[in-house]
């Protein structure tokens, strides 16, 4: 029986996988069979025995099977999968373990797993930044209105506003590149992390077992990896996630019946909007995306709530880890990818933003107004007092602003009507918005090592 929607709905099989049961038992694996070759390079334990545990720490001998029968008897997981890979090891199965503490397997096998999911991510993130490059650049001149608490403010370009999504993911990118080594760490320090039971050597042996499987280490933990490490993944998670939200719930915004600037890929000979109103087609991916978000923010507080242990560790966060990794990193990735595709297949209206604009009467214009009254020499607070006097009246009168303007001496003293005329076209006062996009797509290019 299938319950977690992950299991049915949601997810790409490629980072699933990774958190798969097989595959979480591999890396418990692969880490036992690294302390033991550790082990033998010290001279704690013979080579011979060392690489016997190597050959059958893998699934051809160790099932997932044999290892949840132990456990039935066990209730202990880890000892269940100590004790499934000393069945398969012979004499040398009396060295498998040897000095470590539960949490020094799981922990490293976690990174392990951790180490592979974000090289994924990583990649997302990447082809999320090559796809909102473009269309920045192929938009870099499409000129739309600007909007601030819901009501037009002034131009600017549809290229502009992508770029700045551009400009977060690439910090964002970033971020990821900066936190790996704090978050894909390992322990083999024993049960309290002073390396007791490993003797002598600890150091050493802590040291290759972490160089072979390509982690750091963690320089003083307790029982377990320190929390605050997980706690950093799980938040800059989050933030990416809520990132993709704000872009998505802006395509929402902008498919909006009344307003229709952009819309979702929409297949129309076979799609379906709706159960019962025919002619719907709604924002499915932008509005998944928003939904799933929510669901990777909400498991921040746990995580941070795991960082709370008493002493040296308690088990309190291990239930919660089960849920709490898996399903951030998971639905990260479907997040990232489903964001991409919304982008890559996004339809741009030019001609209803130009339509948008015109609802506006000209009122968009105004800044550009007072700030040409400026430069002919009107002082600032007059020119903005003028111009929003017209303003209102326009609205008043439901009259163009132009008209407006045409009809306050303080205005025809200063701007001819031709003047006028040309500084309230929106396409002259967009700024350096596409210069700033050529900027950012260049940052995108410099990151990635890429022509976009």
């Not at 290759?208 to 029982?223: I, P, R, S, W």
């Not at 880890?321 to 919304?342: A, Y």
């Not at 105004?366 to 017209?390: F, S, T, W």
Request: contains cysteine; negative net charge.
């Amino acid at each position: 029986m299938l319950l977690c929607p992950l299991d049915y709905r949601y997810g790409r099989d490629e980072i699933k996988s990774i958190f798969a049961e097989e595959s979480k038992l591999l890396a418990l694996l692969n880490v036992e069979a690294s302390l033991a070759k550790a082990h033998a390079d010290v001279g704690n334990i013979p080579r011979d025995a060392a690489n016997e545990i190597a050959a059958v720490a893998n699934l051809e001998h160790v099932t997932v099977k044999r290892v949840k029968e132990i456990e039935e008897e066990t209730r202990h997981d880890i000892m269940a999968v100590v004790k499934a890979l000393t069945e398969q090891c012979g004499d040398a199965g009396r060295f498998v373990h040897l000095g470590a503490t539960s949490n020094d397997i799981i922990d490293t096998a976690t990174a392990i797993q951790l180490d592979g999911a974000l090289e994924i991510i990583s990649k997302d993130l990447d082809d999320l930044i090559i796809t909102l490059a473009t269309v920045a650049k192929r938009h870099r001149g499409t000129v739309m209105v600007g909007r601030t608490h819901g009501q037009f403010a002034i131009p600017i370009t549809f290229g502009f506003k992508v770029a700045g999504y551009l400009a977060e993911m690439i910090r964002h990118r970033k971020r990821l590149s900066e936190v790996s080594e704090r978050i894909l760490v390992g322990k083999m320090s024993g049960a309290v992390g002073t390396g007791a039971a490993l003797g002598e050597h600890f150091f050493q042996i802590q040291k290759l077992v972490m160089n072979d499987l390509g982690l750091g280490v963690e320089e003083v933990a307790t029982q377990i990896v320190g929390r605050d490490r997980y706690t950093e993944l799980i938040t800059l998670m989050a933030s990416i996630c809520t990132s993709c939200e704000r872009y998505a719930t802006e395509i929402r915004n902008l498919q909006r019946s009344e307003i229709q600037e952009v819309c979702e890929a929409f297949d129309a000979e076979k799609q379906v909007g709706s159960s019962t109103m025919a002619h719907k087609k709604n924002p499915v991916i932008s509005e998944n995306v928003c939904g799933l978000a929510r669901i990777v923010r909400a498991f921040v507080t746990p995580t941070l709530e795991n960082m709370i242990l008493w002493h040296e560790r308690d088990l309190t966060n291990s239930s919660a880890e089960r849920f709490i990794i898996p399903h951030v990193i998971v639905l990260s990735d479907d997040i990232l990818t489903k964001t991409r595709k919304m982008f890559s297949s996004l339809a741009v209206n030019k001609e209803r933003m130009l339509s948008n604009m015109a609802m506006a009467k000209g009122k968009i214009m105004a800044e550009a107004v007072m700030i040409y009254l400026v430069e002919k020499g009107m002082g600032r607070q007059v020119a903005h007092e003028v111009v929003r006097r017209a303003s209102m009246g326009a609205d008043e009168r439901d009259v163009h602003l132009l008209e407006a303007l045409k009809d306050d001496e303080e205005v025809t003293l200063l701007i001819s009507e031709k003047e006028l005329e040309k500084v309230m076209k929106p396409e002259n006062y967009i700024g350096k918005a596409p210069e700033i996009v050529d900027r950012m797509v260049a940052k995108a290019e410099l990151l990635l090592g890429l022509k976009i």
